[in-house]
Structures are given as structure tokens and as C-alpha cells.
């Protein structure tokens, strides 16, 4: 007989903010977790990990002008070209990329 496991007593707190990635090809928009004592998407950025990972994300592409909306991504800061907070009090608009 299998035995059942309780679920863990403790859960990663996170605070979810949305952000822009923009790299050569790709404009990237979708949510980043902040975790444990990370306040700030600068933080995130000078984590000694190669990737950033992004939820709920769209995916827009420069050349052939199409968006895809994927649950999950993880992108290679490597690519990265310039990252910005999007906030809700502020319209940012980027136009002719």
C-alpha cells in the first residue's frame, strides 16, 4: 500500500512583478517572482544565475510582428538588451522598435 505524504509546512513566498525584456529578435512581457529577501528586479538581474524566469508571458516577435502567450519561460540574461518594471499608475508605450 502507498504511503501518503503530508504537503510541505513551508511555502517560497514571493512578490510578483511585471516586467519587459527586450532582446534582438523578441519583447518579452510576463510576471518575475521575487523571492526571499529580493525587492528589486536588480536583484534578480545580478543573481549569479545565467536565466531569468518569466510567467505568464508574451512573447512578441520584432521581424515577423506575431505574439505568442506561454505559461513559463526562462531566458538567458545573455540576450538581454534592456529590462524595465511595468507598472500599473504609468502608460508606457514603445513604438517603432
Do not use: C, W
Not at 34 to 62: A, G, M, W
Request: charge should be positive; proline fraction near 4%; charged fraction near 25%.
Amino acid at each position: 500500500m502507498a504511503e501518503l505524504h503530508s504537503p510541505p509546512q513551508q511555502y517560497i513566498r514571493s512578490k510578483k512583478i511585471t516586467v519587459k525584456i527586450f532582446s534582438s529578435n523578441y519583447i518579452f512581457e510576463g510576471s518575475v517572482h521575487l523571492v526571499n529577501q529580493q525587492k528589486r528586479i536588480t536583484e534578480v538581474i545580478n543573481d549569479p544565475r545565467h536565466f531569468i524566469n518569466l510567467t505568464d508571458v508574451k512573447v512578441t516577435s520584432k521581424n515577423e510582428k506575431k505574439s505568442y502567450i506561454v505559461p513559463f519561460i526562462a531566458i538567458n540574461k545573455n540576450i538581454i538588451d534592456f529590462i524595465f518594471q511595468v507598472t500599473s499608475d504609468k502608460n508606457i508605450t514603445v513604438e517603432d522598435f
